[in-house]
């Protein structure tokens, strides 16, 4: 394998590591519920299939331990890269095939836990590379570079997605079914040529990285260091009542996630909006995401500026009462473009604003002592535990109840959000750990 240039600036490796990462991720976790709904499935089955895929990312701490042991994090991360360009591109070709659903949901599973891997290297090719002066003078560029992933996914590809099968294939955008296959495998082989372009454009500039002075030697000492990890963390004083925050903060968007771009994208005879894939991506997927990151960045203002224990059910008020936002679309159904937006857009930026605290609490409260960044990942697996859940039955739930009535029931499960904030406990000072880089998961 060609080393990379020890001098290449971080500004050549940084932002494509962390977009090729996005891009990945929300095309597996959140793009393919679109697909899925365009193709005809229900809204059960849609919702329950995407929310699968998250599984990978929720247990990735497991065997974090297990991929540092091998070779470089530059080779997983080439490796992982070039297995899902591949893998969509596999997934292109066999939607061409009768019976392609059965072949689609394996490949999609076996590339979330490759998707996971490459998270994991490109996490310790930036910490091994960098020193911790450097870590916090290109924290903001990681972030945004993260953020840019799902703009491109879930807004680009969508919209593109709807332009090419009514402008390019000539279908009626308002017809879910097997017509939009040929629209979706261009899409697949949009996403596998860019990650192969982005696999070997690392392979030219990413270090390698270092291997960290605590990683194990062996499947033993691996073992050995999940198991001390994990009862370190249970012997924190508080823990349950953490754990339950960082599975119940964000419980009402979990709900809300997958239904919310089915609500814009079904007809009014169900209930839903009726909108294009072309206004869902422009909406959801364009000017939502930009209202997250803007309500993440005065969130964390906030948050710096009056401190976390004075402001945490603040945060837990913005981001689950803006719910009602769609509770009032599918009441009144508006068909003004600008009513929508807004409406999206109002939900987005007070999630990004309260998001913020979740993260925060969980890298000063959970995590600070002898193995904090597993810890971390701990809490940040535990709120993907809540995705995985609740996005598993929140289809089955809406077909049930309809929109109106499930919009209702997402405002109910905002209580136990709050419950969980009011109690959530505080054994550390604020601000007694410093604040790490991460980077926001869309919702």
């Not at 393919?32 to 329950?48: E, P, Y």
């Not at 590339?111 to 916090?136: E, H, M, N, P």
């Not at 249970?234 to 754990?243: E, S």
């Amino acid at each position: 394998m060609r080393r990379a240039d020890a001098a290449a600036s971080p500004l050549l490796w940084v932002p494509t590591g962390y977009f090729t990462m996005a891009l990945g991720y929300v095309m597996l976790t959140s793009v393919t519920a679109i697909m899925f709904k365009n193709l005809g499935m229900d809204n059960g089955r849609a919702a329950q299939y995407s929310s699968l895929l998250i599984l990978a990312y929720t247990v990735k701490p497991l065997f974090a331990p297990f991929v540092e042991m091998y070779r470089t994090k530059k080779f997983f991360v080439l490796c992982a890269q070039v297995l899902i360009g591949l893998g969509f591109a596999g997934a292109a070709l066999a939607m061409g095939l009768p019976g392609y659903m059965g072949i689609l949901m394996p490949v999609f599973f076996a590339l979330s836990f490759v998707g996971a891997t490459q998270d994991i290297a490109s996490d310790g090719v930036y910490v091994t590379s960098l020193d911790s002066r450097k870590q916090s003078l290109y924290c903001g560029i990681q972030s945004l570079s993260w953020n840019i992933g799902p703009i491109v996914a879930a807004g680009g590809m969508v919209y593109l997605s709807g332009y090419l099968h009514t402008q390019v294939f000539g279908h009626d955008p308002k017809v879910f079914g097997p017509a939009w296959i040929e629209a979706w495998r261009v899409i697949f082989f949009l996403v596998a040529a860019l990650t192969l372009l982005m696999a070997a454009w690392h392979w030219r500039f990413m270090p390698e990285g270092a291997r960290a002075a605590d990683t194990p030697a062996n499947v033993r000492g691996a073992g050995r260091i999940l198991v001390d990890a994990f009862v370190t963390l249970f012997q924190k004083p508080g823990v349950w009542r953490m754990i339950a925050f960082a599975f119940l903060f964000r419980l009402s968007i979990g709900f809300l996630e997958k239904i919310g771009p089915f609500f814009m994208v079904d007809p009014a005879a169900k209930g839903g909006l009726g909108l294009s894939n072309e206004m869902l991506g422009l909406i959801y997927g364009t000017y939502g995401l930009a209202a997250v990151l803007l309500g993440s960045l005065l969130g964390g203002l906030y948050v710096a500026r009056r401190g976390l224990k004075a402001t945490l059910f603040v945060l837990c008020c913005a981001v689950n009462i803006p719910n009602a936002t769609f509770l009032l679309m599918s009441v009144y159904l508006p068909t003004s473009l600008v009513a929508i937006t807004a409406g999206v857009v109002i939900e987005k930026f007070f999630f990004g604003f309260g998001a913020v605290g979740f993260m925060i609490y969980l890298m000063q409260q959970l995590a600070p002592g002898k193995y904090t960044t597993t810890h971390y990942a701990f809490g940040t697996g535990v709120m993907g535990l809540c995705g995985l859940v609740t996005g598993v039955i929140s289809g089955h739930l809406q077909e049930m109840m309809g929109y109106v009535s499930y919009f209702v029931f997402v405002m109910v499960a905002t209580i136990p959000s709050f419950l969980a904030t009011w109690f959530a406990p505080f054994p550390h000072d604020d601000g007694s750990e410093p604040v790490a880089c991460t980077q926001a998961v869309p919702a």
